[in-house]
């Protein structure tokens, strides 16, 4: 059997299991061997892609965000609008062949888009510049999901692909924590209560064969988020949905679209304001001032950061070697519990945040 046949037929058996207490165990393991076949898959055709690999993008701005869709419905068009880049446009499928980036700048923030080429069933496991693709994908800050006005069935193809791939979208990582043991089996603690019991939990480790460790569970996890906890390799972005070419279809047709997508033209630029709005606001970005020590703070030029960042990712931002020489710092405002409370690297900022960075000298 090839690695195709063989995970048709576990999901074929997937399909047919009822879900309940009885047959959790099983599905367990089912679904176990099955994120484990589809890890093989991607390998394999990472490998056949060969030498050349991936594509090159360098990233720039203070966030990435992608334009994901089928061929042809606008990405292209999208990005010439929003940014200064000039991407090929064209009737016809897979125009684009390669990463385009450009520039929205946007209030204070500039933000990288990256027009992709088009993303088709079978992408996860190479079809196409897949893998490539997918792997620019998986670096970004937020996914923007172009969906053809009249193709609204590809949102669906376009989810699993992404999830093949390890790409969770609108989703927290699951609260657990393994903690590999050399001996002991595995032990389970939990702050909260289980729908998936212990049984089952030990089978999907035993799968990838983890037969000791600690594991603490503070969130009730289904099995596919678990099995996301053990294979570790998963990105956890947030996307927003786009539908595209409204200019073709009337009000109440629009009307039927999920109330949170943005519905535009990029062609006839209709709604695309909201679109830059909405794309800025997702990204969450704060401000931080940096005062360097014994001087006043520069008010004048902020750091723009993410929201939930920390002095470690101030400190990237400025140097590659900051993190390394990193003492300690100093910070004022909403994430100090007092005015020039000493810091470390792991600690968390704020809006509005002045920070004073100590090096080694
Ligand atoms: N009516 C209408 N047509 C549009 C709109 N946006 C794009 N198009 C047309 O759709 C076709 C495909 O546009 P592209 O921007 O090349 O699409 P793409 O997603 O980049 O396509 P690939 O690079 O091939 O994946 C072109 O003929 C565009 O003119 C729109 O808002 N309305
Ligand atoms: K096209
Ligand atoms: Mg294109």
Request: net charge neutral; glycine share 8%; charged share 30%.
């Amino acid at each position: 059997m090839t690695i195709e046949e063989e995970i048709r037929t576990i999901q074929e058996e997937i399909d047919k299991t009822q879900k309940n207490k009885a047959t959790m165990h099983h599905l367990g393991r089912l679904k176990a061997k099955m994120a484990r076949l589809k890890d093989e898959l991607i390998k394999k055709a990472m490998s056949k892609g060969g030498g050349d690999g991936g594509y090159s993008v360098k990233k720039s701005g203070d966030a990435t965000v992608t334009l994901v869709g089928f061929p042809s419905v606008g990405k292209s068009t999208l990005i010439n609008k929003l940014t200064d880049a000039k991407s090929e446009i064209g009737a016809y499928e897979f125009t684009t062949l390669d990463v385009i980036p450009g520039v929205m700048e946007y209030k204070d923030a500039k933000i990288q888009i990256l027009d992709l080429p088009g993303l088709v069933k079978g992408a996860a496991s190479g079809k196409g510049r897949g893998r490539e693709v997918i792997s620019v994908i998986r670096s970004c800050d937020l996914i923007l999901m172009i969906i053809d006005v009249f193709n609204y069935q590809h949102i669906q193809v376009l989810e699993k692909e992404l999830y093949d791939a390890g790409i969770r979208i609108n989703q927290t990582p699951p609260d657990v924590t393994i903690t590999k043991q050399i001996k002991g089996g595995i032990t389970i603690t939990s702050t909260v209560e289980l729908s998936i019991d212990e049984e089952t939990i030990k089978t999907v480790m035993g799968e990838y064969k983890m037969h000791n460790a600690l594991i603490n569970i503070r969130e009730d996890v289904n099995i596919d988020q678990m099995i996301d906890v053990i294979r570790g390799n998963r990105v956890y972005i947030p996307s927003i949905m786009v539908i595209n070419k409204i200019d073709l279809v009337d009000k109440e047709q629009i009307k039927m679209f999920p109330k949170d997508s943005i519905k535009i033209s990029a062609d006839r630029e209709l709604n695309l304001e909201t679109l830059r709005d909405v794309v800025y606001d997702q990204l969450g970005f704060i401000n931080v001032y940096l005062k360097p020590q014994g001087e006043s703070a520069d008010m004048e030029e902020p750091l723009i950061m993410r929201r939930g960042c920390t002095v470690g990712d101030v400190c990237d931002r400025l140097h590659k070697d900051f993190r390394r020489k990193f003492r300690y710092a100093k910070v004022w405002g909403e994430s100090a519990k007092h005015a020039g409370q000493r810091v470390g690297i792991d600690h968390s900022l704020e809006d509005q945040d002045v920070l004073t960075i100590i090096i080694q000298k």
